[in-house]
Antibody
């Protein structure tokens, strides 16, 4: 059974750094892209980027390029999303999801983590 | 590519049929159009991929169709557990975008 288990809720202050995680199991971690999706309070879904754990190839949404860093550790089948300096506007739920598709393209998100709530407040 | 979903909100009763719309600002490869359901406090769940293929475990009362710039999600015989927010999503030019969502409420 495919599972994505995300790290727990975080409360941080503006300017602080943070790294959240997404532990995958039930499939070959290094052979599927992992995506990150943001959901701000009461709002819709926003794609942030994807990472291929096999070689750490990373693609960022233009909206999030330079704002976050994605990484993965194949040895422990875990993907990460990190910030170097958080802002209050980063307050949101962050979801990881496995990305699947066909013809060599990863096009839809088939399994999702439960989400990590990040609260940034002074 | 911008995806615009309509209506934004919908109030219906269990047992009814509904069609949700997703319109793209430019043509989308139908293989790359998906639908998700999100209930309060839960992660999104994949319903439909490739515009019309149901994901594993999705009841057959959910169906998707469309091509080009117009896609629809149809839910036959609404069940109480179907009241949720629905998002369409597309992939193109190495980018992923979601529609703004349609909230389906119980009347």
């Amino acid at each position: 059974e495919v599972q994505l288990e995300q790290s727990g809720a975080e409360v941080t202050k503006p300017g602080e750094s943070l790294k959240i995680s997404c532990k995958a199991s039930g499939y070959t971690f290094s052979s599927s892209w992992i995506g990150w999706v943001r959901q701000m309070p009461g709002k819709g879904l926003e794609w942030m980027g994807i990472i291929y754990p096999g070689d750490s190839d990373t693609r960022y949404s233009p909206s999030f390029q330079g704002q976050v860093t994605m990484s993965a550790d194949k040895s422990i089948t875990t993907a990460y999303l990190q910030w170097s300096s958080l802002k209050a506007s980063d307050t949101a739920i962050y979801y990881c999801a496995r990305v699947r598709g066909y013809g060599g393209y990863a096009v839809y998100f088939d399994y999702w983590g439960q989400g990590t709530l990040v609260t940034v407040s002074s | 590519t911008v995806l615009t979903q309509s209506p934004g909100n919908l109030s219906l009763s269990p047992g009814e049929i509904t069609t949700l719309s997703c319109r793209a600002s430019q043509s989308v490869n139908s293989n790359y159009l998906s639908w998700y359901q999100q209930k309060p406090g839960q992660a999104p769940r994949l319903l439909i991929y490739g515009a019309s293929s149901r994901a594993t475990g999705i009841p057959d009362r959910f169906s998707g169709s469309g091509s080009g710039t117009e896609f629809t999600l149809t839910i036959n015989r609404l069940e109480p557990e179907d009241f949720a927010v629905y998002y369409c999503q597309q992939y193109g030019n190495s980018l992923y975008t979601f529609g703004q969502g349609t909230k389906l409420e119980i009347k």
